[in-house]
T-cell receptor, first 112, second 115 residues
């Protein structure tokens, strides 16, 4: 079964620690995306990658970093520089052209 | 600049009634795609329906249809015969088709179906 997996579903960290969120897809999609969602709000784009070994900043990249060493994987690191990291993080992938994005189940990160 | 506007932050609708969720967009691209997603309280994003800018007919998928008015830059989602399970957040989104670029999402509309 093809899809996107994100792990873990819930993540708790202490302030000042870096944390990496996993995103894996077996859909053979070239493009992958990371979004942040705060309660009752829409999706804000953090980073996206159109191809392996390349990625671009989205609207709210400060305090985050990514890598795209493999087509299947697009991990997101939330660094200690991110002022308010507690949020719901969604990973997505897509094919080029008139096709929808497929989303993972999300990771809820709580930093205290 | 591209932009998606969803003017209804929340809506309450009686079960079995039809509901229209508004979406207007702004783009300078000639070729683009419009999408609607549903997000239940569990958080996952569920793709509902797609409309291409050059499609002459409005898209339909089961109880979902997209009322596409290109001249007005409007892409409203219509849900017929609403069900309690339709209660969720709904997002309108747009993507240019002739260049590599990201999907732009609206801020969403929270739909409550009343029994």
């Amino acid at each position: 079964d093809g899809g996107i997996t994100q792990s873990p579903k819930y993540l708790f960290r202490k302030e000042g620690q870096n944390v990496t969120l996993s995103c894996e897809q077996n859909l053979n999609h070239d493009a992958m995306y990371w979004y942040r969602q705060d309660p009752g709000q829409g999706l804000r784009l953090i980073y996206y990658s159109q191809i392996v070994n390349d990625f671009q900043k989205g609207d709210i990249a400060e305090g985050y970093s990514v890598s795209r060493e493999k087509k299947e994987s697009f991990p997101l690191t939330v660094t200690s520089a991110q002022k308010n990291p507690t949020a719901f993080y969604l990973c997505a992938s897509s094919r080029p052209g008139p096709y929808e994005q497929y989303f993972g189940p999300g990771t809820r990160l709580t930093v205290t | 600049a591209q932009k998606i506007t969803q003017t209804q932050p929340g809506m309450f609708v009686q079960e079995k009634e039809a509901v229209t969720l508004d979406c207007t967009y702004d783009t300078s691209d000639q070729s683009y795609g419009l999408f609607w997603y549903k997000q239940p309280s569990s958080g996952e994003m569920i793709f509902l329906i797609y409309q291409g800018s050059y499609d002459e007919q409005n898209a339909t998928e089961g109880r979902y249809s997209l009322n596409f008015q290109k001249a007005r830059k409007s892409a409203n989602l219509v849900i017929s015969a609403s069900q309690l399970g339709d209660s969720a957040m709904y997002f309108c989104a747009m993507k240019p088709l002739n260049r590599d670029d990201k999907i732009i999402f609206g801020k969403g509309t929270r739909l409550h179906i009343l029994p």
